[in-house]
């Protein structure tokens, strides 16, 4: 198993750019969310899903939409890049909710200018 | 909501004594306590959980205690050595539809060789 995936690995965005990071598991994890990380705040849950077609909003929803049309991919989008989400992404999957194993992937370093 | 501090920062022992990392919580509700290992340039890994029915858990060099009163509970690492240095996060988190798993802001630990 690859466990979780995420692509790109570092991105450089101008501000006002979108874009889409991309997140993949093949574990069969029913609930997937994204955090971002930024020096001295921890880990901050952005958005969450616990089962295809089912989304929610995390801690700091504001300026990224997601989508979940397959138990496997949990895409996160940046509608209009700010420097404010200059920061590291990271996705993470468990079974079930979030008091189960959370597995995260390696990150996406993104940069916004 | 939860809130979940972590003390100190930093922290810098010799290799082969004991680091203690500890975590506070304020929500009384809370019963799941996982800590996180965050090697550098990588996604944070559960290195050891415990639920609130335990007051320790053990596996090999770390250990984990809970205090439930007192609301606060504790990673024991022994025998540290130099693969130990990374950053440490705890996070509290209850069971139930609505629960969140909220992470502490992350702790340095560098074990001097």
């Known amino acids: 198993n690859a466990g979780v995936t995420q692509t790109p690995k570092f991105q450089v965005l101008k501000t006002g750019q979108s874009m889409t990071l991309q997140c993949a598991q093949d574990m069969n994890h029913e609930y997937m969310s994204w955090y971002r990380q930024d020096p001295g705040m921890g880990l901050r849950l952005i958005h969450y899903?616990?089962?295809?077609?089912?989304?929610d909003q995390g801690e700091v929803p504001n300026g990224y939409n997601v989508s979940r049309s397959t138990t496997e991919d949990f895409p996160l989008r940046l509608l209009s890049a700010a420097p404010s989400q200059t920061s590291v992404y990271f996705c993470?999957?468990?079974?079930?909710?979030?008091?189960?194993?959370?597995?995260f992937g390696p990150g996406t370093r993104l940069l916004v200018l | 909501g939860e809130n979940v501090e972590q003390h100190p920062s930093t922290l810098s022992v010799q290799e082969g004594d004991s680091a203690v990392i500890k975590c506070t919580y304020s929500?009384?509700?809370?019963?799941?306590f996982p800590w996180y290992k965050q090697e550098l340039g990588k996604g944070p890994q559960l290195i050891i959980d415990i639920r609130s029915n335990v007051g320790e858990k053990k596996d090999q060099r770390i250990a984990v205690t809970l205090n439930k009163t007192a609301k606060h509970f504790s990673l024991h690492i022994t025998e540290t050595q130099p693969e130990d240095s990374a950053v440490y996060f705890c996070a509290a988190s209850f069971t139930g539809a609505n629960s969140k798993l909220t992470f502490g802001k992350g702790i340095t630990l560098s074990v001097r060789p």
């Open positions: 899903s616990v089962g295809a077609g089912i989304t």
């Open positions: 993470a999957s468990s079974t079930r909710r979030r008091t189960e194993t959370q597995y």
């Open positions: 929500d009384s509700a809370s019963n799941y």
